[in-house]
């Protein structure tokens, strides 16, 4: 299926942008893999400063799934982050995503949902929108009580969660909270998010690490026909987001995003910091309600 592109739309405004950065930038891998043992692999966030979801980011997302189609050891994939604060800030609102990139997502996410590999989102820091889009696309989820904040912010812009959250969260939490979260563009913190069934739970983060590393290795030592055979039965009865939906919610959200009220406030929004500024990002949840309405933003 051909989905149509964001950056047709958005790298003309973005471009005219004087995008000084305040930020140092890192061309190191964005997704930097650790084989802990053979069977329990660790995939870590690693592009400071915000771990921002760009043509990098997909392309190693991608060499990862193929990797772990291929090997026959491996049995569980931990994703968290080595960057501080963020988990995954959002998707690339500088530089164009590539269309093959973007079309690739979902068949990518479903050949890892299928897999008899267990992924385990282990969220260590700020997951907005694609961020927590990703979250909630892996099998299990666990959050760090004090470091972990969700959110799906894109209603905020004008947009909507395009990358699997509107599919993904009503089957999660249920549809009113589904709307809560997607309607009400702000920051969750962890404890609230498990309360939802958003994530499986939350855990002191001074105890974070060592679940997780105790956990991983756990389902990493049972037999992957038993893993294999649990997650296509249970993918079966729970159900999981096709290609189609995922598509109509893609182009829902590009839909929106391309209007030019849409694009005027990611404009400035990126002249005021956003992907650009930590403060901004930190906040970006409360900074969305600066760019709402007539203005003066707009001036
Ligand atoms: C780039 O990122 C890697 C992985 O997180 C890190 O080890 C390295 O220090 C970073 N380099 C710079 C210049 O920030
Ligand atoms: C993952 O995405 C890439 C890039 O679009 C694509 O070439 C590849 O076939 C996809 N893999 C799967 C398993 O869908």
Partial sequence: ??????????????SA???TS?????????????????????????????????NAWYTALYTLITDLTTDPAVKVVVFDSSVPDFYIAHFDLLSPVDNSLIDGFWPNI???????????AAVNGIAHGGGAEFAAAMDVRFASREKAVFGQLEVGLGSLPGGGGLSL???????????????????????????????????????????????????????????????????????????DEQAEDWNAALGLLATPNVQARVAKMVELGLQK???????????????????PWRA
Avoid: C
């Fill in 1 to 14: 299926m051909k989905l149509p592109t964001i950056f047709t739309l958005l790298a003309f405004p973005l």
């Fill in 17 to 19: 942008l004087s995008l």
């Fill in 22 to 54: 305040t930020a140092t930038l890192n061309t190191t891998s964005p997704i930097t893999l650790t084989k802990v043992t053979p069977s329990y692999w660790r995939a870590s966030f690693s592009s400071p400063p915000f771990n921002i979801q760009t």
């Fill in 110 to 120: 479903t050949q890892l949902a299928n897999l008899p590999v267990l992924s385990v």
């Fill in 169 to 243: 969260l009503p089957r999660l939490v249920g549809r009113s909270i589904a709307l809560e979260i997607v309607l009400g563009g702000q920051d969750f913190d962890a404890d609230t998010a498990a309360a939802y069934g958003w994530v499986n739970r939350a855990i002191p983060d001074a105890e974070f690490d060592g679940f997780i590393d105790t956990f991983a290795r756990r389902v990493s030592s049972f037999d992957k026909s038993a893993i294999l055979e649990a997650k296509r039965i249970i993918n079966k009865r729970a159900g999981y987001p096709t290609v």
């Fill in 277 to 295: 500024d930590t403060d901004y990002e930190l906040n970006v949840a409360e900074k969305l309600l600066d760019v709402q309405g007539e203005g």
